[in-house]
């Protein structure tokens, strides 16, 4: 069972502080090297950030564990970049993981096209559960979250402790931009999803993504909502 590193409040200020002007690369290499097989990089092959990071892991170690969330409300494009990106880059440590709940199942139990009536339900059955066995016994947990992606990211960390699923969280792409980070994932021709040639900025499920809308907005359209819950 991996054991998770006793750092402290005064350590997590101090890891951001030295981290707030290190390259990503450079906070990728810290995670493997501090934790192990206890690391773990969510990917969602939807957005440009997991595609740098993904890269950036699987120079310095192909085998890391890497988790997916299949709601099963993915585009195809989505999916057909997963299997072209895990080819490119040599990831052997790719991992699915889906709801408890088939799609009839919850239609079943909670009626149909519950993303429309209560879309915060949805996301815990078919995303946050899931995250939560993904993470089972992990120590760290390394996301894609960016500063410039939304008014409710503005102030993400590099390194906190992370109460929802208690792992250490890592956002090795937080004050990156946009601009910057399309640029190395151009530099190192790393595959992408070939929605964001189509409008597309942010890509989720089929059913709660819109084109057209610039950061998160195209989310859960209609709602007051611009998150899952996994960040949250």
């Not at 402290?8 to 810290?30: D, G, K, M, Y």
């Not at 052997?92 to 239609?107: F, P, R």
Request: proline share 5%; net charge negative.
């Amino acid at each position: 069972m991996p054991v998770v590193p006793a750092f402290t409040p005064e350590q997590l200020a101090a890891f951001n502080a030295r981290f707030e002007s290190a390259e990503p690369t450079e906070i990728v290499r810290w995670a493997v090297d501090t934790f192990g097989g206890g690391l773990s990089v969510g990917a969602s092959f939807g957005g440009v950030t997991g595609a740098a990071i993904l890269h950036m892991a699987a120079v310095l170690q192909p085998s890391v564990h890497v988790f997916v969330l299949d709601t099963d409300y993915l585009f195809e494009e989505t999916h057909e970049n997963m299997r072209e990106t895990v080819g490119a880059l040599g990831l052997t440590g790719v991992q699915v993981y889906k709801s408890k709940l088939s799609h009839e199942e919850q239609a079943a139990q909670f009626g149909s096209a519950l993303w429309i009536r209560d879309p915060d339900l949805c996301c815990e059955l078919r995303k946050i559960e899931p995250n939560r066995r993904a993470l089972d016994g992990k120590t760290a947990w390394i996301s894609g979250l960016r500063r410039d992606q939304s008014e409710s990211r503005v102030e993400v960390p590099i390194v906190a402790w992370n109460d929802k699923f208690q792992v250490v969280k890592i956002n090795p792409l937080a004050n990156w931009d946009e601009k910057r980070t399309w640029a190395y994932v151009l530099e190192h021709k790393v595959p992408y999803n070939a929605l964001l040639d189509r409008g597309y900025s942010s890509i989720g499920c089929y059913n709660c993504t819109v084109p057209g809308r610039q950061g998160r907005v195209g989310r859960w359209d209609g709602f007051e909502k611009d998150e899952c819950g996994l960040h949250t």
